[in-house]
């Protein structure tokens, strides 16, 4: 069973960098048909995708969200990470990791979510 | 990017019913719909892909169905443990991913 926990400071300061890390068990997050999914929880807006990365360097985000937005895999750890710079309130939510099944274009896991707070 | 329109927000029913979530496109997806059961605290459940594609150990009395624009979320006896939230999810290779926007399915 895959199971992933996000992880990282539950309060960013606006302007900061928001970083949070996704660690995996039960799965490789090198196995060839892999994405690893970040996505948000806005309290009033719903669920946004923000971007998936594969282990050979391959990745997608949401435009709206491409010049602040960095991510990666740590193989060694199988874990992969979210960066997003320039922080302001309108980037507090709850944030998840997931799995992404290419195949069949849905997420078949999720972690549990990691509450981000913005503010001074 | 495509907007996905979910309806109701809110669905109040009783054990047995049956109910229908409705989801619409803003333009077509053709059948890259997916939808997610989540209950409070808990991780977001993957309950159908590709539109109509029931999800391993998923109870048969969830059924989606639709294509193109128009895609249903159909749970043909309402029981106990399907009081949640569900969400739409579509992919288009030419738009980001977007999620509708949420019904919870609430105790009549």
């Known amino acids: 069973q895959v199971q992933l926990q996000e992880s990282g400071p539950g309060l960013v300061k606006p302007s900061q960098t928001l970083s949070l890390t996704c660690t995996v068990s039960?799965?490789?997050?090198?196995?060839?048909?892999?994405?690893w999914t970040w996505i948000r929880h806005h309290p009033d807006k719903g669920l946004e995708w923000i971007g998936y990365?594969?282990?050979?360097?391959?990745?997608s985000n949401n435009p709206s969200l491409r010049s602040r937005l960095s991510m990666s895999i740590d193989a060694s750890q199988n874990r992969f990470s979210l960066n997003l710079t320039s922080v302001t309130a309108a980037d507090a939510a709850v944030y998840y990791c997931?799995?992404?099944?290419?195949?069949?274009?849905?997420?078949?896991?999720w972690g549990l979510g990691a509450r981000v707070t913005v503010s001074s | 990017d495509i907007q996905m329109t979910q309806s109701p927000s809110t669905l109040s029913a009783s054990v047995g019913d049956r109910v229908s979530i409705t989801c619409r496109a803003s333009?077509?997806?053709?059948?890259?719909v997916a939808w997610y059961q989540q209950k409070p605290g808990k991780a977001p459940k993957l309950l159908i892909s590709q539109a109509s594609s029931l999800q391993g150990g998923v109870p048969s009395r969830f059924r989606g169905s639709g294509s193109g624009t128009h895609f249903t979320l159909t749970i043909t006896s309402l029981q106990p443990d399907d009081f949640a939230s569900y969400y739409c999810?579509?992919?288009?290779?030419?738009?980001?991913?977007?999620f509708g926007q949420g019904t919870k399915v609430e105790i009549k």
């Open positions: 333009d077509d997806v053709a059948t890259w």
């Open positions: 990365i594969h282990y050979s360097g391959a990745s």
């Open positions: 999810q579509q992919y288009n290779s030419y738009s980001p991913w977007t």
């Open positions: 039960g799965a490789s997050v090198n196995a060839g048909d892999d994405y």
């Open positions: 997931a799995r992404l099944a290419f195949d069949i274009a849905a997420l078949d896991s």
